[in-house]
């Protein structure tokens, strides 16, 4: 088939499969994602026509020098069909000596992501837009010590409790549990050191159409007053398809709550270019959990028909945040969790965001009953990030699957219970696509 590069205009063959796919243009080197190209309507000839002899020679030389360049796959940017890689590189040392690592994943795509076993960290996600212009859709750091300092869980595995349980307390089996606390007087994404600041031993994951990186940690009976040692294991996998999916198993040797879930700010647009108000976001939810000012749900499942939670159709995400509304007042925007409409078990659609500017599409799916949808309220430009961008005010959004908050203490909500002897076992699919 023919595709034209999106940058110099060059119209070249290909091998069908490279549809849809990334490749570098013959001519100008740079990538694009290959599209079929369509001829324009005939023009009148107004020229005489080449000797047919010459037209020939130049579809064969046009045909060698795509062969060539698929053979070699040198320099630049990745090609199309390009072997999948996992690299591994120290990323620091953590206060207490332990080594850090960060891994380069590459799908076939050359679609990129990085990751760091320190809190499972996503530092970064290079995709194409829908010109095959590669972006980083991630917030976060180019270092460490600044993860270490000061991060509001940019792309971390976040448990043994993602999200809040009211005055850090719990009871379960009759014997009541009191969480460290880290949020006003209530606890937040598993406490003080949650699972986002702990080094997760790593093994590189190789699949026929994937690659990932499996990561394990044990959180000790006690730590941050859960109960249980719980061994947990998630599994990061980037695959051909363009998606990143999580997978979650936890076991525990005594009754506990668990609550993994994954933080990753992202911005289609690229990562500190700009706020994320134009987004426009789908969630497969009619109802949603109100909370109080302190982001503790009430108990209730509301409706969000008729409210700025409705986000059944796809709508910008600024339209409606700073109308004056109690929850939005509560949230300081959007901060809250929805109820997703399907949860039986196997990853279902829970949202879906497309950014107009870039042509970037984004879909969640997910085996959680919930989705917590937060748009970076408390970014306020003190997080100066990856090459020095400054992530102001809802620069980034959060789309975190998992069970409601502050579950241990509403029996009526999904139970977050784990009992010793049984597994938890959950997947997110963050897809990427481009429209
Ligand atoms: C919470 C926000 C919190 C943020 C921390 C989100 O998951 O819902 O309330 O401020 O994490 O960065």
């Known amino acids: 088939m023919k595709a034209q590069c999106s940058n110099c205009n060059t119209i070249q063959d290909i091998p069908k499969e490279y549809a849809g796919r990334n490749i570098k243009c013959l001519s100008c080197k740079t990538c694009f994602i290959a599209q079929r190209f369509v001829p324009p309507p005939p023009v009148p000839i107004t020229a005489p026509l080449p000797e047919p002899g010459s037209v020939i020679m130049l579809v064969l030389v046009v045909l060698l020098v795509s062969y060539q360049s698929w053979a070699g796959t040198k320099g630049g940017c990745k090609l199309s069909g390009g072997a999948m890689e996992i690299r591994k590189e120290q990323f620091g040392k953590t206060k207490d000596g ?15 992501m990085k990751l760091t076993n320190y809190g499972g960290i996503v530092t970064s996600l ?13 917030l976060g750091y180019d270092n460490l010590a600044d993860y270490i300092k000061d991060s509001p869980y940019f792309g971390a595995i976040v448990g043994r409790y993602g999200n809040r349980i009211a005055k850090g307390r719990f009871t379960l089996n009759n014997v009541e549990y009191k969480l460290a606390t880290n949020n006003g007087n209530n606890h937040l994404h598993g406490g003080i050191k949650g699972f986002d600041k702990v080094i997760w031993p790593a093994q590189p994951v190789r699949q026929n159409d994937a690659v990932g990186l499996k990561l394990t940690y044990l959180s000790k009976d006690g730590e941050e007053g859960y109960p249980g040692n719980l061994i947990s294991t998630v599994t990061y996998l980037l695959t051909n ?48 959990t109100p909370v109080d000012e302190g982001l503790i749900p009430a108990g209730e499942l509301k409706g969000v028909k008729g409210t700025p939670m409705d986000f059944t159709k796809s709508t910008a995400i600024g339209i409606r945040i700073n109308q004056d509304n109690e929850q939005l007042k509560y ?29 970037r599409v984004m879909e969640v799916y997910t085996t959680q009953p919930g989705i917590q949808f937060y748009t970076g309220n408390f970014l306020d430009g003190s997080n100066v990030g990856k090459g020095g961008k400054v992530y102001k005010h809802r620069y980034g959004f959060c789309l975190e699957t998992q069970h409601f908050p502050d579950s241990p203490n509403h029996p009526a909500f999904p139970t977050t219970i784990l009992k010793q002897g049984k597994t938890y076992k959950h997947t997110t699919i963050y897809k990427f696509s481009t429209k």
């Open 241 to 288: 398809n363009n998606e990143l999916k999580i997978d979650y198993i936890a076991v525990t040797d005594k009754d506990t709550v668990v609550n993994l879930t994954h933080h990753s700010y992202f911005n289609l647009a690229g990562q500190g270019t700009c706020d994320i108000l134009g987004h426009e976001l789908m969630l497969d939810a009619d109802r949603f």
């Open 98 to 112: 332990q080594t850090a690592d960060i891994y380069t994943l590459t799908n076939e795509n050359g679609v990129q």
């Open 331 to 359: 949230g300081k925007g959007y901060d809250h969790n929805w109820v997703l409409n399907s949860s039986d078990g196997s990853p279902a659609p829970a949202a879906r965001v497309y950014e107009p500017t870039s042509g």
């Open 126 to 138: 290079i995709v194409p837009d829908r010109k095959g212009q590669m972006a980083d859709i991630v």
